[in-house]
């Protein structure tokens, strides 16, 4: 059921998919594949541009799934629905506590939220706005 779930996201089907999707979480749900499943769910309601759907499908990876590989991802991605409901001061923490938590182990997700940051015309270390010369 994964497997057919996660073929057809990659072919774009997504409705499909997310019904597989689900239905993979409501009867294989203490598997290690469950943490996956309801990131790809959280992330076909971003591919639809569903934010907060997403927003709160991203949230149940982090508060179910605690500490799971999809863990810095889904931080990233809720990062990205808020800044997409348009709630940038919660999506730059979340992008600064990114950078922080993960600048060490997982680089790569560091530097994208870093650029988030930079992208809203922040820093890492300040709320405040860089000024641009005159």
């Avoid at 997504?14 to 769910?41: C, H, M, R, V, W």
């Avoid at 992330?43 to 799934?65: C, G, M, P, Q, S």
Wanted: net charge positive; aromatic share 14%; glycine share 4%.
């Amino acid at each position: 059921l994964y497997t057919s779930a996660y073929s057809d996201q990659l072919a774009g089907k997504y409705d499909i998919a997310f019904q597989e999707f689900n239905d993979y979480l409501k009867y294989f749900s203490g598997t290690e594949l469950a943490p996956n499943a309801q990131y790809y769910i959280a992330e076909i309601y971003y591919r639809k541009a569903d934010y907060a759907n997403a927003l709160t499908a991203f949230d149940a990876v982090l508060e179910k799934f605690q500490e799971c590989p999809k863990t810095p991802d889904a931080r990233y991605m809720k990062a990205m629905c808020l800044m997409k409901l348009g709630r940038n001061d919660s999506a730059a923490r979340e992008f600064r506590d990114i950078y922080t938590r993960y600048v060490n182990d997982h680089p790569d997700i560091a530097a994208k939220a870093k650029a988030q940051l930079r992208d809203m015309g922040l820093t890492v270390g300040t709320t405040a706005k860089r000024r641009r010369p005159n």
